[in-house]
């Protein structure tokens, strides 16, 4: 019976709720907005099938080799899609050659709140709602239990996630299936659930409407100084660069992260997906000549099944291959786990009592007293020249 008593050895994954055949585990929210296993003793059957099938508590043997990695810079030669996508477009291309040879594909998508979950397509059109970066944890649910099934009926399935979903995935399943490919993204770590309610909770409230539509990376303004767009239904926009809007402030500070992601089991040059995609930070140092500020994508081809599809795809992109080292130069989160904040509990215990707006003024340098020390160092700096 699976029990969590370190919270850092839970990515809250869902292996061991699909895995259950009692169906007599659930994930329950805990005071960071993070799910967690539960079991319901009384029905559990002693099995032992949720501990063996948790990526961290019985983590599995890495089958790939780094011998037969292989990094590109690329994106897509469509400006549409590029355009609207984080980076350069490589998931569409890869997602659209899947279903146009009769699969279906599982990503992350916004719910009609803009909470996140995992869902399946089968369209073209469908593919539209993953598209985008998604800042907060994605719920599995039922989607390893979907991908089995159409695995098993011979299906050709493309599941994307984060690394821990990923494996996750592999430990559920327990065994290959030549049509599956899976594509994962190096992660900075998941943000809480919880905050992010909290953050579109204050937003609506500064606004006085409800906020209707949500872009994490618009690309307006340039790829490295993407913006943070949010949509009302009064018809107010809010807009702010990436580096002066408080939630992405709070998330790549590490503020509001899981656990699990100060001390990520899935790190590594090895990864467990067919393929990895990316943000290519870095490309002005590493292949210049494709740096234009669109959107580059970093795509490491982590197999063969990953390489054979990158040959199916490599005519609608512009690619060049490149060392993996120096494409992981300035991507250190491929290989290496944040470091928790000292005051990251204060920081989401805050949100969680007081509401984002208090959080952020005592956490995140916002008010009076911050602008002052802003200014003070502004005319420090003037004096020390």
Same mark, same amino acid.
């Given at each position: 019976?699976? %029990?969590? /008593?370190?919270? /850092?050895?839970? *990515?809250?994954?869902?292996?061991?709720?699909?895995?259950?055949?009692?169906?007599?585990?659930?994930?329950?929210?805990?005071?960071?907005?993070?799910?967690?296993?539960?079991?319901?003793?009384?029905?559990?059957?002693?099995?032992? @099938?949720?501990?063996?099938?948790?990526?961290?508590?019985?983590?599995?043997?890495?089958?790939?080799?780094?011998?037969?990695?292989?990094?590109?810079?690329?994106?897509?030669?469509?400006?549409?899609?590029?355009?609207?996508?984080?980076?350069?477009?490589?998931?569409?291309?890869?997602?659209?050659?899947?279903?146009?040879?009769?699969?279906? &594909?599982?990503?992350?998508? $916004?719910?009609?709140? $803009?909470?996140?979950?995992?869902?399946?397509?089968?369209?073209?059109?469908?593919? *539209?709602?993953?598209?985008?970066?998604?800042? #907060?944890?994605?719920?599995?649910?039922?989607?390893?239990? /979907?991908?089995?099934?159409?695995?098993?009926?011979?299906?050709? &399935?493309? $599941?994307?996630?984060? =690394?821990?979903?990923?494996?996750?995935?592999?430990?559920?399943?327990?065994?290959?299936? /030549?049509?599956?490919?899976?594509?994962?993204?190096?992660?900075?770590?998941?943000?809480?659930?919880?905050?992010?309610?909290?953050?579109?909770?204050?937003?609506?409230?500064?606004?006085?409407?409800?906020?209707?539509?949500?872009?994490?990376?618009?690309?307006?303004?340039?790829?490295?100084?993407?913006?943070?767009? @949010?949509?009302?239904?009064?018809?107010?926009?809010?807009?702010?660069?990436?580096?002066?809007? @408080? %939630?992405?402030?709070?998330?790549?500070?590490?503020?509001?992260?899981? =656990?699990?992601?100060?001390?990520?089991?899935?790190?590594?040059?090895?990864?467990?997906?067919?393929?990895?995609?990316?943000?290519?930070?870095?490309?002005?140092? &590493?292949? =210049?000549?494709?740096?234009?500020?669109?959107?580059?994508?970093?795509? @490491? #081809?982590? *197999?063969?099944?990953?390489?054979?599809?990158?040959?199916?795809?490599?005519?609608?992109?512009?690619?060049?291959?490149?060392?993996?080292? +120096?494409?992981?130069? %300035?991507?250190?989160?491929? #290989?290496?786990?944040?470091?928790?904040?000292?005051?990251? +509990?204060? $920081?989401?215990?805050? #949100?969680?009592?007081?509401?984002?707006?208090?959080?952020?003024?005592?956490?995140?340098? &916002?008010?009076?007293?911050?602008?002052?020390?802003?200014?003070?160092?502004?005319?420090?700096?003037?004096?020390?020249?």
């Amino acid at each position: 019976m699976i %029990y969590i /008593e370190n919270k /850092e050895k839970c *990515s809250g994954c869902h292996a061991c709720v699909d895995i259950c055949p009692k169906s007599c585990i659930s994930m329950v929210s805990d005071n960071e907005g993070f799910l967690y296993p539960k079991v319901d003793e009384s029905t559990c059957i002693k099995c032992g @099938l949720c501990v063996k099938a948790c990526p961290i508590i019985t983590p599995k043997e890495r089958t790939k080799s780094i011998d037969g990695i292989k990094a590109y810079g690329a994106y897509s030669n469509t400006k549409e899609i590029r355009r609207y996508s984080s980076s350069g477009g490589l998931f569409t291309e890869i997602a659209t050659y899947i279903i146009n040879n009769g699969g279906v &594909v599982f990503g992350a998508a $916004f719910n009609e709140d $803009f909470s996140v979950s995992h869902k399946m397509v089968d369209t073209i059109e469908g593919l *539209s709602v993953f598209r985008g970066s998604k800042y #907060v944890q994605s719920t599995i649910g039922n989607t390893y239990k /979907e991908a089995k099934e159409l695995l098993t009926e011979g299906k050709l &399935v493309l $599941f994307t996630g984060t =690394p821990c979903q990923i494996g996750g995935l592999y430990s559920y399943l327990g065994k290959d299936y /030549e049509n599956l490919i899976t594509q994962d993204i190096i992660c900075h770590g998941v943000p809480s659930p919880m905050v992010w309610q909290k953050y579109k909770e204050y937003q609506e409230n500064k606004n006085n409407s409800t906020i209707n539509a949500v872009q994490f990376r618009n690309k307006d303004s340039g790829w490295k100084s993407y913006s943070v767009v @949010l949509g009302f239904d009064n018809d107010k926009e809010y807009r702010q660069k990436s580096g002066n809007d @408080l %939630y992405i402030k709070s998330f790549l500070t590490d503020l509001c992260l899981r =656990p699990s992601c100060y001390n990520c089991s899935f790190k590594g040059k090895v990864r467990e997906s067919d393929i990895t995609l990316a943000d290519f930070w870095g490309i002005e140092n &590493v292949i =210049p000549e494709m740096d234009n500020d669109k959107g580059i994508s970093l795509m @490491l #081809v982590n *197999s063969l099944r990953g390489q054979a599809l990158f040959e199916k795809i490599k005519d609608n992109v512009t690619y060049k291959e490149t060392d993996l080292d +120096e494409a992981l130069k %300035y991507n250190s989160a491929a #290989v290496e786990s944040v470091t928790k904040p000292k005051n990251r +509990e204060k $920081f989401i215990r805050t #949100v969680n009592n007081q509401g984002f707006e208090k959080a952020s003024k005592k956490y995140l340098g &916002v008010g009076t007293i911050s602008y002052i020390k802003r200014i003070l160092r502004k005319i420090l700096r003037k004096i020390k020249r």
